[in-house]
């Protein structure tokens, strides 16, 4: 199986702030990675797939970006509806596997 | 809209069976690969296998192939998870979920909650 490691667990950030998620494959992954929110409720959403391109309705502010083993997400001006659960999936090889999560606070 | 309800979650005992649905609407059902994937109460996320969207095909986590079994039944948009023998690790809130085509599950069911506990 393929080892997503995701980096750091939680982050606190402030409204405005640039902030950056990272995602590392156990082995190469060919951009196959899709990146996902869960909000509080429980609700779950996708905003990026195959590394950089953005779901439909996801805000300009979202970006991904990698390649190899090395994938991450940027959120460029944090919202407070961007204070959430995040993680990463990779779809190179079955079994589909994600990354541990990356839990945004507000500092 | 596309709207995904899963049901039949609750508390079970060690080593029973138990069939999640999923109803799926807002889309054409039959056009769809379905997933399921589960989260721990320790927030990890697993995927636990999918099926084709014509039920032809499933494909499995190998840690779960032996208990879990995928359907769908096309003709009610429904899809199922159909759990044996679970054990405590089984804990989890279960998501029904649309799969595109990079493999990107699209949408999400609100989750259904197993508790494996004697």
């Known amino acids: 199986d393929i080892q997503m490691t995701q980096t750091p667990s939680s982050m606190p950030a402030s409204l405005g702030e640039r902030v950056t998620i990272s995602c590392r494959a156990s082995q190469g992954i060919s951009n196959y990675l899709n990146w996902y929110q869960q909000k509080p409720d429980g609700t779950i959403k996708p905003l990026i797939y195959?590394?950089?391109n953005l779901q439909s309705g996801v805000p300009s502010r979202f970006s991904g970006s990698g390649s190899g083993t090395d994938y991450s997400l940027t959120i460029s001006s944090l919202e407070p509806e961007d204070f959430a659960m995040y993680y990463c999936?990779?779809?190179?090889?079955?079994?589909?596997?994600f990354g541990s999560g990356t839990k945004l606070e507000i500092k | 809209e596309v709207q995904l309800v899963e049901s039949g979650g609750g508390l079970v005992q060690p080593g029973a069976s138990l069939k999640l649905s999923c109803v799926a609407s807002?889309?054409?059902?039959?056009?769809?690969?379905m997933s399921w994937v589960r989260q721990t109460p320790g927030k990890t996320m697993e995927w636990i296998g999918d099926i084709k969207y014509d039920g032809s095909y499933t494909n499995y986590a190998p840690s779960l192939k032996n208990r879990f079994t995928i359907s769908r039944d096309n003709a009610k948009s429904t899809l199922y998870l159909q759990m044996s023998n679970v054990r405590s690790e089984d804990t989890a809130t279960y998501y029904c979920?649309?799969?595109?085509?990079?493999?990107?599950?699209?949408?999400w069911g609100q989750g259904v909650m197993v508790t494996v506990s004697s």
């Open positions: 979920t649309r799969t595109d085509n990079n493999y990107c599950f699209d949408y």
């Open positions: 195959y590394t950089s």
């Open positions: 807002g889309f054409t059902f039959s056009d769809y690969w």
């Open positions: 999936q990779q779809y190179d090889s079955s079994p589909l596997t």
